[in-house]
């Protein structure tokens, strides 16, 4: 059998090892090409692009399937099936048409839920208890297609995008395997998804983590941790970026002003914010130019901030 790998990030890399190291045979891998990685710095490659290379496989990276040549030279590895794992681009119909046995696409929600672009930062966002991956046949929608297979794994309180994206990962790569060996050997149905029950998630954009002090703790608590590794929960303090890297939400209400600051005697909670509905306790930090650390090691340096007000008005009250 032969397979055409496509994906982009770290998320992608655990299902490419795991066809390797399990003897299935991949002629190409494609991926996003290669961007910029910031100001002055050389183009970066993606983590499924390293991954290839470690391998030595053949790298394939075109800005999109648009022109013929891209789609004639995709046909060109002559592939009984794709596997796709967070690709970043939308495959139109000449591309799906190709392999025999289709495109089978890893999907990191439980699929109708949270369908797009960030279904892990969703599940985060949403309060939701479990999440999991689908494993479905690609069709011309947006995570429409039948799904061939879902695993379920539970979300901590301290998993963050990152953490739990890793977590998915894990499975996605063994629960891939029993779906190319079941459905090659005509043993898998799809079935279709649910319409009623579709949710969908966009893009992120960088202002989506500025933080409203006037939100629920709990809600700004769920964001600090949907938005790490990015675009990262933030806010300002005395003209600076002051970035809440971890946190935790508290009940109690402290009759003070939204967005104000208050010490806290809870151990790594050294100082919390007021927020809409209850204080929102500071676990870790990083102020803008400075390293991150924890919430008690900048209060010992940084005591003017009690009393704060954060986002807004920044004098003492």
Not at 169 to 176: G, T, W
Not at 277 to 290: D, R
Request: with cysteine; proline share 8%.
């Amino acid at each position: 059998m032969r397979i055409v790998f496509m994906g982009t990030p770290e998320f992608a890399v655990p299902s490419l090892d795991y066809l390797l190291l399990n003897q299935y045979q991949v002629v190409a891998v494609y991926t996003q090409p290669d961007s910029p990685a910031g100001r002055g710095r050389p183009l970066a490659i993606s983590p499924i692009k390293k991954a290839a290379i470690s391998w030595e496989l053949p790298v394939v990276q075109p800005v999109n399937f648009k022109k013929a040549e891209a789609v004639e030279q995709l046909a060109d590895c002559h592939p009984d099936v794709i596997v796709v794992a967070a690709f970043g681009q939308i495959l139109p119909q000449s591309v799906l048409d190709i392999p025999a046995h289709g495109c089978i696409n890893i999907h990191p929600s439980l699929l109708p839920k949270f369908r797009g672009a960030s279904p892990v930062v969703a599940a985060i966002l949403a309060g939701s208890a479990f999440t999991g991956v689908s494993i479905m046949l690609l069709d011309r929608g947006m995570d429409t297609g039948p799904v061939l297979a879902r695993a379920q794994i539970a979300i901590s309180e301290r998993d963050t995008t990152g953490s739990l994206a890793v977590k998915l990962s894990r499975v996605a790569a063994p629960l891939l395997l029993e779906v190319l060996s079941g459905w090659l050997k005509g043993e898998l149905t799809p079935r279709p998804q649910d319409e009623t029950e579709a949710t969908y998630t966009s893009v992120l954009s960088k202002s989506e983590g500025e933080i409203d002090w006037r939100l629920p703790a709990v809600d700004i608590w769920r964001r600090v941790r949907a938005f790490q590794p990015w675009p990262g929960c933030y806010t300002r303090w005395q003209g600076k970026q002051l970035k809440i890297i971890e946190a935790v939400p508290l009940t109690e209400e402290a009759g003070l002003e939204i967005g104000q600051v208050v010490a806290l005697d809870k151990g790594e909670t050294a100082f919390g914010v007021n927020t809409g509905k209850g204080i929102l306790g500071i676990l870790a930090v990083q102020l803008e130019g400075k390293r991150a650390m924890p919430a008690a090691e900048f209060l010992r340096g940084q005591r003017q901030i009690i009393g704060a007000i954060l986002g807004g008005s920044e004098s003492p009250r």
